[in-house]
């Protein structure tokens, strides 16, 4: 158990939806990042927050976003959902001194 | 950004055997990570290594970051380390991680 939770573990849900998929990283951390893991992109960087501030942005669509709270939970936000959005969504959260990443067990996003 | 290559992409072995998963990256790194998915999906830590060597029981991997290249070693394999396994290095410029398209390894009873 890395420490970082993330729900729901499964959303099924149809195109044109919008979910929500929540983060909480392990006590202490300030950073959260955000990936994805799909069979045609393998797995890439979306976004990073750092104590309630984005920090650094990759391949997030604009349909995506995310934010993170005071609580330093956070939540990534995707909408208007299409096919090739199914793929397993991956919080991370990091140690400050080392930047080393700790991985939650997902969200497996299926979109029919 | 960085590029990450690993090799094999594929890795077949019988119980109790021994491997070498290769790594290479194109630019300079701050660190490196390796990470193990389980058929389940879970991504579990395996070790940080910036540089250097490190072991933990039957694992061990080393990073040589002058020459781009990180290597991890899995000895005396069982069934339970099948899976696929990730090299992500972090580069100078930002946090975050950029995984490679990973070794998936089998082992056979």
């Known amino acids: 158990d890395s420490g970082v939770t993330q729900t729901p573990k499964h959303l099924i849900t149809a195109t044109g939806q919008r979910v929500t998929l929540r983060c909480s990283p392990r006590?202490?951390?300030?950073?959260v990042y955000w990936y994805q893991q799909s069979l045609d992109q393998g797995l890439q960087f979306l976004i990073q927050y750092y104590n309630g501030e984005e920090r650094a942005k990759g391949n997030i669509l604009e349909r995506f976003s995310a934010q993170q709270f005071p609580d330093l939970h956070s939540e990534l936000n995707l909408s208007s959902l299409e096919l090739g959005d199914s793929a397993l969504y991956f919080c991370?959260?990091?140690?400050?001194?080392?930047?080393?990443?700790?991985f939650g067990p997902g969200t497996r996003l299926t979109v029919t | 950004g960085i590029q990450v290559e690993q090799s094999p992409p594929d890795l077949i072995l019988q119980e109790g055997a021994n491997s070498t998963l290769r790594c290479n990256f194109s630019d300079s790194v701050n660190n490196l990570q390796w990470f193990h998915q389980n058929p389940w999906g879970q991504l579990i830590n395996l070790f940080y290594?910036?540089?250097g060597t490190k072991q933990n029981g039957r694992l061990s991997a080393t990073t040589v970051a002058t020459e781009r290249y990180s290597l991890l070693y899995i000895s005396s394999s069982q069934t339970t380390d099948s899976g696929v396994y990730f090299c992500a290095p972090r580069g100078l410029l930002n946090e975050k991680l950029t995984f490679g398209t990973g070794t998936r390894l089998t082992i056979i009873p």
């Open positions: 290594i910036p540089s």
């Open positions: 006590s202490g951390d300030l950073s």
């Open positions: 991370a959260s990091s140690v400050a001194s080392t930047h080393e990443q700790y």
